[in-house]
Structures are given as C-alpha cells and as structure tokens.
C-alpha cells in the first residue's frame, strides 16, 4: 500500500474586530499559549505565533486531515469563549470575520518566524492595514480593499 506524505506550512493572520486593540501584553503570553493547544491538539505543529494588540499571526505545519477554515474557526470561536470567560477585557472581544492564509516553502520557514516574532519592532514601522494589504498582493491574491477588514480608524489613512 501506498504511503502518503505531506509538508505544508501556512501563516494565518486575522484581526480583532473593528480593529479594536483589545488584546493586552499582561495576559496575550497566556493567549497565545491557550491557541498552541488548539493547534496542537489538532495535531499541527506551532512554528511561531505573534500576538499585537489588533490582529495575530500564527504559522503552523498542516496538518491536512483538517480544513483550514475549521481550523481558523476553533480557534477564533475557542479563544473567544476562553477571553470571555477569563474576564480579560471589559470590552466585547470579537475576532472579526474573514482571515488570510499564506502558504510558504520550507526554505521560507526561518524568515517567516522571524517576521512573526518581530512584530512589535515591525509595527513601529508599518500598520497592520498596510502590512496585510502588502502580503495579499505579494501572493498576488485579488481582493477589493473595502472588503479586506473594517479598518475603521484608517479607512483613508496611508499608514
């Protein structure tokens, strides 16, 4: 019998809603923790994961006996509920609907875990907004922009 094999990598990024920044540096340590279960109980392998206040980027090894959109949706539904349920913010926290998903080679695989990690140094630099715009097109992924998020606070902005 035929054995199969598979090496995938994915880099996830998705907002919170409304692009609120909701998400604190006191408790986003144990967040991220709480989704590298979900991946890993799921039986992919967490390569990085970077928490901003505003959106996350999770890179993973695929596991392909499970849809990406399953996936995303466990873990935006399971960290909602854990967030709630953990009273970590006053506010309504909501991942808003919609993600990106990029794959990547394995010859990508540092730089892209360099990138995630480096997300506070990079955002001193570049808006999520203009980050994730940037990455859609160099995946050369149409898209029509009033669509991507609901980039409330800089609708017409350039940063």
Do not use: C
């Amino acid at each position: 019998m035929a054995n199969t094999y598979t090496q995938l990598y994915i880099h996830f990024v998705f907002a919170v809603k409304n692009r609120d920044a909701l998400i604190k540096k006191e408790w986003k340590t144990d967040l991220e923790k709480y989704i590298t279960g979900i991946i890993q109980n799921h039986k992919h392998k967490l390569l990085a994961i970077g928490t901003m206040p505003d959106h996350i980027h999770i890179f993973i090894g695929y596991n392909v006996n499970q849809l990406i959109p399953d996936l995303v949706e466990n873990i935006k539904t399971s960290s909602n509920e854990w967030i709630k349920t953990k009273r970590l913010t006053k506010f309504k926290f909501e991942w808003q609907k919609g993600y990106g998903a990029f794959s990547h080679s394995r010859s990508q695989l540092n730089t892209v875990v360099k990138y995630i990690l480096s997300q506070e140094q990079h955002h001193k630099k570049k808006s999520f907004r203009l980050e994730y715009l940037e990455m859609l097109r160099k995946n050369d992924i149409e898209f029509k922009e009033e669509y991507v998020f609901d980039f409330i606070d800089d609708r017409n902005s350039n940063n």
